[in-house]
Every structure is written in structure tokens, then in C-alpha cells.
């Protein structure tokens, strides 16, 4: 198998499913790293099982895509070092890895999930959307730094929020039905 700038696992073989790599079909259910070292991107859709482990030692890769996936992935997630982008589309996700490192990593984006919380440490976040996850009551203080610039927390369970006076580049706030939290504190927090 040729280097592809995607891999692409859907269901279909051996419980990991059919994997693609720039569209060629490959005869394993998932190529080992070896075949891909110039990956950029995971997508993973409709995998109940926990993601398979033979996808995270990808030193290329810059985001992940998982749709409708298991309720943990891999802790060796968080030592993919150009990782850029978390995107997780439904499914049972109740928490990110610990160790996740920003830099590199600049967008979180976890929708209707069941994340109960995020890991500390995301400190240089530019885009933080967790929105439809009732679950999550609080956020690390640290997610409002300087460089974040989108937050969307709408359908959440969160009752306070960070201080966004450390946000200076804050341009999107989305904060509908967060029916635990109180409005207008937002605008009163103390920085």
C-alpha cells in the first residue's frame, strides 16, 4: 500500500471494519503504521470497540474524526505529536485521554457525547465545542487562555464556567440551553 494523506475505518471487517487509505482498499483490517507513516488524518466512524491501537503510533497525523465511536480512546492519542484536531461525532466518548498537549493541539470538538470531563493541560486551545454533552458539569480553568477563540457549550450540564477574562481573543460564545448555569454571572465573572 502506497502513503495516504487519510485513513479511513467504517465497519465491515474483523470487528475493526474496512479500512481505506486514499482510497485504496487494504486486505488488513487496519494497515500497520509502517504502510501509512505520511498520514495526516484519521477518520473512524461506527467503531463500538475502543479505537483500534494500530492507529495511534501515526507520527504524521493531525486530526482524528470519530463518529458514533467507543467511550475511551487510546491513551497513546495523546503522544501523537503533531496533533492538531480532536473531532468526535456522537457515541458513548466519556472522557479525552490525559496527557493531551497543546501546542500542538488547538481544536477539541466533542459533540453529543456523554464527556463528563476534559483533562488538564489544554492550555493554547483556539477551538473548544462540547456542545450536546449533558454530562459535563465544569471545565479546567485553563481551556480560557489567550489563544482561544471559539467556545461552544451549548446542551451542556456545566454550572460555572472559567474566568473568559483571560480569553482576549474570544469571538464566538455559545452557551444555549446550559440550563445549570447562571447567565448572568457569565457576564460578571471576576477575571
Keep these: 500500500m502506497r502513503d495516504a494523506d487519510t485513513l479511513s475505518v467504517s465497519p465491515g471487517l474483523r470487528g475493526f471494519g474496512r479500512a481505506t487509505a486514499g482510497g485504496d482498499a ?3 483490517p487496519v494497515p500497520t503504521a509502517g504502510a501509512l507513516t505520511d498520514a495526516r488524518e484519521v477518520v473512524v466512524r461506527d467503531q463500538q470497540q475502543r479505537l483500534p491501537g494500530a492507529l495511534t503510533p501515526l507520527p504524521e497525523v493531525r486530526a482524528l474524526w470519530l463518529g458514533q465511536c467507543g467511550a475511551r480512546l487510546p491513551d497513546a492519542v ?8 480532536i473531532h468526535v461525532d456522537g457515541g458513548a466518548l466519556i472522557g479525552l485521554p490525559t496527557g493531551l498537549r497543546c501546542p500542538p493541539l488547538r481544536v477539541v470538538a466533542v459533540w453529543d457525547s456523554a ?7 489544554l492550555t493554547g486551545l483556539r477551538v473548544l465545542s462540547v456542545a450536546g454533552n449533558r454530562p459535563l458539569r465544569s471545565l479546567p480553568p485553563e481551556v480560557a487562555g489567550p489563544q482561544l477563540e471559539f467556545l461552544d457549550l451549548r446542551h451542556t450540564g456545566l454550572a460555572t464556567l472559567p474566568s473568559l477574562a483571560r480569553a482576549p481573543r474570544l469571538r464566538t460564545l455559545r452557551l ?8 448572568e454571572e457569565v457576564g460578571s465573572a471576576p477575571g
Design 26 to 28: 487494504c486486505a488488513s
Design 78 to 85: 495523546a503522544s501523537l505529536p503533531k496533533l492538531e484536531a
Design 115 to 121: 464527556l463528563r470531563a476534559l483533562p488538564a493541560g
Design 176 to 183: 444555549d440551553h446550559c440550563a445549570g448555569l447562571d447567565l
